[in-house]
């Protein structure tokens, strides 16, 4: 292996293949697609096996695809938006100390009212789904979990829209595989707020979700991340650009699928940085 390729890991358990066949004969029985065979064995391993459960991400994800166009609203139309209208919107973060993946987005800094057509709002959600994609670019990831970090610096009421939260619930719950072990508030606003916002999401989140989101100072994130990978504008040592690990990423999530669809099964590929 040259200098300027790594290693990804896609092996999967015995288990895991028997939750994999055992959704794959599913869905096919059904006449339920799915993207890819790393997206199939994404969503096994998700559902830990469980075949309803499984056939409803399938479900669901096909779903917010057709509703959202992303056969035509493709990556680089996602992501030129967010570059274009919102780039403050999105930010790195580094591994937290159990190997999960995440990224951090700024929402006291996003107005959701700048999204006016319904063009716009599929570029927003397309560049959602490919931040998930980002999160999970090998079955090792898939498998270990992500998190999400949400500065609320400056949040207001001017900030919330139901309307766009569902949209975005709805990309990632029980449709894109995806587990979220939590979701860490950085600088939340006022209590009654922070409070009321929370009540509100309580109607379209499941339970276990709003169980995982957890205030927390500066300061306390270091429970969480080692020094190196915390965002450097928070006192710590993590400066990578959000961009350049995002592709970094989805040149990884492709390199999955790529070899997964190639008939060699699920195992470690070199992929060229």
Same mark, same amino acid.
């Given at each position: 292996?040259?200098?300027?390729?790594?290693?990804?890991?896609?092996?999967?358990?015995?288990?895991?293949?028997?939750?994999?066949?055992?959704?794959?004969?599913?869905?096919?029985?059904?006449?339920? =697609?799915?993207? =890819?065979? %790393?997206?199939?064995?994404?969503?096994?391993?998700?559902?830990?096996?469980? *075949?309803?459960?499984?056939?409803?991400?399938? @479900?669901?994800?096909?779903?917010?695809?057709?509703?959202?166009?992303?056969?035509?609203?493709?990556?680089? +139309?996602?992501?030129?938006?967010?570059?274009? +209208?919102?780039?403050?919107?999105?930010?790195?973060?580094?591994?937290?100390?159990?190997?999960?993946?995440?990224?951090?987005?700024?929402?006291?800094? &996003?107005?959701?009212? *700048?999204?006016?057509?319904?063009?716009?709002?599929?570029?927003?959600?397309?560049?959602?789904?490919?931040?998930?994609? +980002?999160?999970?670019?090998?079955?090792? +990831?898939? @498998?270990?979990?992500? &998190?999400? &970090?949400?500065?609320?610096?400056?949040?207001?009421?001017?900030?919330?829209?139901?309307?766009?939260?569902?949209?975005?619930?709805? $990309?990632?719950?029980?449709?894109?595989?995806?587990? $979220?072990?939590?979701?860490?508030?950085?600088?939340?606003?006022?209590?009654?707020? &922070?409070?009321?916002?929370?009540?509100?999401?309580? $109607?379209? $989140?499941?339970?276990?979700?709003?169980? @995982?989101?957890?205030?927390?100072?500066?300061?306390?994130?270091?429970?969480?991340?080692?020094?190196?990978?915390?965002?450097?504008?928070?006192?710590? /040592?993590?400066?990578?650009? %959000?961009?350049?690990?995002?592709?970094?990423?989805?040149?990884?999530?492709?390199?999955?699928?790529?070899?997964?669809?190639?008939?060699? /099964?699920?195992?470690?590929?070199?992929?060229?940085?």
């Amino acid at each position: 292996m040259s200098s300027n390729e790594m290693l990804v890991g896609n092996e999967m358990s015995e288990e895991e293949k028997g939750w994999m066949s055992a959704l794959e004969e599913a869905a096919k029985a059904e006449g339920v =697609s799915w993207d =890819s065979r %790393f997206f199939l064995a994404s969503v096994a391993i998700v559902t830990k096996g469980d *075949v309803k459960k499984g056939l409803l991400r399938l @479900r669901n994800w096909k779903k917010v695809c057709e509703q959202y166009d992303f056969k035509n609203v493709g990556e680089k +139309h996602g992501t030129q938006w967010i570059k274009d +209208h919102a780039n403050s919107l999105v930010f790195s973060v580094g591994q937290d100390k159990n190997g999960c993946n995440g990224y951090g987005v700024n929402l006291g800094s &996003f107005l959701p009212s *700048v999204l006016k057509t319904d063009y716009e709002m599929q570029c927003y959600l397309r560049a959602v789904a490919d931040n998930m994609r +980002h999160n999970t670019p090998t079955l090792a +990831h898939v @498998r270990r979990g992500s &998190f999400f &970090f949400v500065e609320l610096k400056g949040y207001g009421w001017r900030n919330f829209s139901m309307t766009l939260d569902k949209k975005v619930t709805s $990309v990632y719950q029980d449709a894109y595989p995806i587990k $979220v072990k939590k979701i860490l508030i950085v600088n939340p606003p006022a209590l009654s707020l &922070f409070v009321a916002i929370k009540e509100i999401c309580k $109607v379209f $989140v499941k339970k276990k979700t709003i169980d @995982r989101v957890a205030p927390v100072s500066p300061e306390g994130l270091s429970q969480y991340f080692e020094h190196d990978q915390i965002p450097a504008y928070l006192g710590g /040592g993590y400066a990578q650009d %959000f961009w350049q690990k995002r592709d970094e990423n989805l040149k990884i999530h492709r390199a999955s699928v790529a070899e997964m669809e190639s008939g060699s /099964g699920p195992r470690a590929a070199t992929v060229s940085m």
